[in-house]
């Protein structure tokens, strides 16, 4: 399962790729906006900074098709020609993913709310589709097992396409997925941090620590106190 930041600061983006090797970044128009730059500097920059095999994914925001097209091949020629892009399941979009994979350009359908959306957008030749995992949840559906079935739909009927379930509020959701074997998630920088960090950890290095130290303080006579003797690594 891939997992992705679902961000566009380039500053929590180089903060999380130092601890992690994430597989990449996707982006919404809503979350470059938070960046308050133009938009397309700032997808550069992230493409600039990201390994090579890791996937950026930005997202076209006309409503017809031919302008739609028109976009993701502005953002394919200024960005990188490898950009997935992505594009809403609307009747419009859907025309859209046709005619871009027909170009042979990766395609990731986006703003899904059903399974049925997911396998129309793979059939039209989506690569990634993206549930909206806990924006489902919030209106009363079971967002999870929306993008279980969608993956199960993929593999019953052996298609090339994957799900890049999107939008999470905590890790347990993200769990559940991989347990199940989904394709990718892409999920904020907090959800993220929350995926690693655990205070029972963070506790028991600290005791090691403090017993390897009074193991040294016994054998050798010195006495360290923590911080002093964390220097000496
Ligand atoms: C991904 O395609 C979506 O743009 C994004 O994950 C939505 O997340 P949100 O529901 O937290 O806004």
């Known amino acids: 399962m891939l997992v992705l930041i679902d961000n566009a600061n380039i500053y929590e983006i180089e ?7 994430y597989d990449g970044v996707t982006t919404n128009p809503s979350i470059l906006m ?9 997808l550069q920059s992230i493409r600039d900074f990201l390994p090579k095999s890791s996937q950026l994914h930005a997202q076209v925001v006309s409503e ?3 302008q739609m097209i028109e976009e993701a091949h502005f953002m394919l020629r ?28 990766n395609i990731t359908a986006t703003a899904i709310y059903t399974a049925m959306q997911a396998f129309m957008a793979a059939k039209a030749g989506a690569r990634y589709t993206a549930p909206y995992v806990n924006r489902l949840d919030n209106m009363g559906a079971d967002g999870v097992q929306v993008a279980m079935d969608i993956h199960t739909m993929f593999r019953a009927n052996n298609m090339e396409a994957d799900v890049l379930a999107a939008s999470f509020k905590n890790s347990q959701q993200i769990l559940n997925l991989c347990k199940h074997g989904i394709g990718a998630v892409t999920a904020s920088p907090d959800v993220l941090d929350a995926l690693i960090h655990h205070d029972a950890t963070f506790t028991a290095e600290e005791n090691f620590t403090q017993d390897f130290y009074s193991l040294v303080s016994e054998v050798t006579g010195l006495h360290f106190k923590e911080k002093e003797s964390r220097k000496i690594n």
């Open 78 to 105: 200024e960005i990188d020609e490898q950009l997935f892009i992505k594009v809403p399941v609307t009747a419009q979009g859907m025309r859209a993913i046709h005619l871009l994979k027909q170009e042979g350009i």
């Open 34 to 42: 938070n960046e308050r730059k133009n938009p397309i500097k700032v």
């Open 64 to 66: 017809s098709t031919e």
């Open 15 to 21: 903060r999380l790729y130092s601890m992690y090797p």
